[in-house]
T-cell receptor, first 111, second 114 residues
């Protein structure tokens, strides 16, 4: 069965702290894709990153970084020097022939 | 104009009423999806369509129906709305398996059934 688990329901950190959002997935497919989306309070879904199952290279984009480890079936997301604008719900998603989402992690960045 | 447009953005309806949520896209994508989002449950797939003649049920299709009128249009209907269908509904499109730029989502329709 395909499944995405985001064990952290809600996280609060003080601004400028680093924070890591965990994502663990299950799939029997050898070819799959993983995504992260951000949902700010306004409600829209904002695409952050895509990673395919053959590319375990970590990625950094500004204050955001992603760590993909097939050995542990994890695709974790780290925000460095967090800012209040990072407050949102973050979803990890697994894609095979359709996309399935984790339940999301609500991140509060406190000023 | 947005790539994926959902109408209406907000809707309040009464229990037992029929309601249709519409989605249109200018991406030229073949695949379209309907999701609902409930607090703490993430997004769950209601229906999906890989082309005009292909409609498939998702994990929570009971109480819903869909129509793929054209490549660009995919409508979701609640035949007889009930309060537990109150949720945020998203339409999404993709070109293919693992679309390189992620799935494109509409802005959502917030539906309240009273």
């Amino acid at each position: 069965a395909q499944k995405v688990t985001q064990a952290q329901t809600e996280i609060s950190v003080v601004e400028k702290e680093d924070v890591t959002l965990d994502c663990v997935y299950e799939t029997r497919d050898t070819t799959y894709y993983l995504f992260w989306y951000k949902q700010p309070p306004s409600g829209e879904l904002v695409f952050l990153i895509r990673r395919n199952s053959f590319d375990e290279q970590n990625e950094i984009s500004g204050r955001y970084s992603w760590n993909f480890q097939k050995s542990t079936s994890s695709f974790n997301f780290t925000i460095t020097a967090s800012q209040v604008v990072d407050s949102a719900v973050y979803f990890c998603a697994l894609v095979y022939d359709k996309i399935i989402f984790g339940k999301g992690t609500r991140l509060h960045i406190l000023p | 104009d947005a790539d994926v447009t959902q109408t209406p953005r907000n809707r309040i309806t009464k229990t037992g009423k029929r309601i249709m949520l519409e989605c249109s896209q200018t991406k030229g994508h073949d695949r379209m999806y309907w999701y609902r989002q409930d607090p703490g449950l993430g997004l769950r797939l209601i229906y999906y369509s890989f082309d005009v003649k292909d409609i498939n049920k998702g994990e929570i299709s009971d109480g819903y129906s869909v129509s793929r009128q054209a490549q660009a249009k995919f409508s979701l209907s609640l035949e007889s709305a009930i309060p537990n269908q109150t949720a945020l509904y998203f339409c999404a499109t993709s070109q293919s398996y693992g679309d390189s730029y992620g799935y494109t989502f509409g802005s959502g329709t917030r539906l309240t059934v009273v």
